[in-house]
């Protein structure tokens, strides 16, 4: 098995790439905060019960060279195939606008955060199974 295809790093890898997209659909919000009639978007969260289904499913093309999935190699995809929606932080104002540049940050942070923590957590799996293997640690 190859390491992508170990569940836990493919759900991984998979929360790293909605949290990266997120952030992009985030940093528009702040880069339109003064757009006249933009309104807040954010992404939908992933189903972690399907996601689950579809990292432990039997590899029917193993041994080939493919890609598992087009998000983990085209980043710079909208969105990377996650269904953004609309998601007004308050009211809208005068110009239509409905973005909050406070709750816009608190976002920020949070999802930096996230991704921060799946990236320590895919290092620390991944020198798990270098010592298990005998290839020792960094």
Do not use: C
Request: no cysteine; proline share 6%; hydrophobic share 40%.
């Amino acid at each position: 098995m190859e390491l992508p295809q170990i569940p836990l790093l493919a759900m991984l890898k998979e929360r790293m790439s909605w949290l990266d997209a997120r952030q992009n659909v985030l940093s528009q919000n702040v880069a339109n905060a003064d757009t006249p009639g933009y309104a807040a978007r954010d992404l939908k969260p992933v189903n972690f019960e399907q996601t689950l289904r579809e990292v432990t499913r039997p590899n029917q093309f193993a041994g080939t060279l493919m890609t598992d999935n087009p998000r983990q190699i085209a980043a710079s995809q909208q969105n990377a195939g996650f269904a953004d929606v609309n998601t007004p932080d308050v009211e809208t104002n005068p110009s239509g606008n409905s973005v909050s540049l406070e709750q816009e940050m608190i976002k920020v942070s949070d999802t930096q955060a996230q991704f921060q923590a799946a990236a320590d957590l895919y290092a620390k799996a991944i020198e798990m199974m270098r010592t298990a293997i005998g290839h020792g640690g960094s």
